[in-house]
């Protein structure tokens, strides 16, 4: 799962072309992306043409497994990370993300640019997450976190104390 708005600062672009490679390698993973848009978009600052830039780059096939969605709730979209096994962010940038501790409190292991500015890897380790170095080889740290999901644990009673709104 990447749950990200449409903005070129989140590199979706850099996300479909790493999918893309994980898809030519002969990888059937179920990819979801949540995209949430704004009103004030423009070419210069959005990716706006991405639904045909999905259609154009992935195969029927791919597209049966790669789910380009807009417009959910968070209720509909705490299913939809506890049906995961990964979620990525491929911003270079980020204040503090809410989806990486809504990804956390879920057990879902993260996947982030190991030099993303901000405060996005704060709450990340070794234990509960992968950092990619090159965003070239971002699909290489995805294969690995989901080949392994399993192997990751989380100290949710920590993450909880940290993370959980009502503890703040």
């Known amino acids: 799962?990447?749950?990200?708005?449409?903005?070129?600062?989140?590199?979706?672009?850099?996300?479909?072309?790493?999918?893309?490679?994980?898809?030519?390698q002969g990888y059937k993973y179920k990819i979801l992306l949540v995209c949430a848009s704004r009103l004030e978009e423009t070419k210069e600052d959005h990716f706006i043409n991405i639904a045909d830039t999905y259609y154009e780059m992935f195969s029927k096939e791919e597209q049966e497994l790669f789910t380009l969605m807009k417009g959910l709730s968070k209720k509909q979209l705490s299913f939809f990370y506890q049906s995961s096994k990964v979620m990525t962010l491929f911003s270079e940038m980020e204040g503090f993300p809410g989806v990486i501790p809504e990804a956390l409190l879920t057990g879902v292991p993260v996947v982030i640019w190991k030099y993303q500015k901000g405060s996005g890897g704060d709450y990340l380790n070794e234990s509960n997450s992968k950092l990619f170095e090159s965003y070239e080889d971002a699909h290489k740290t995805l294969i690995d976190a989901v080949e392994n999901h399993d192997k990751f644990k989380f100290d949710l009673q920590d993450l909880q104390q940290n993370l959980n709104e009502d503890q703040s």
């Not at 799962?1 to 030519?24: A, C, H, M, P």
Request: net charge positive; charged share 35%.
């Open 1 to 24: 799962i990447n749950v990200s708005r449409n903005g070129n600062v989140k590199k979706l672009q850099t996300f479909f072309r790493e999918v893309k490679k994980i898809y030519d």
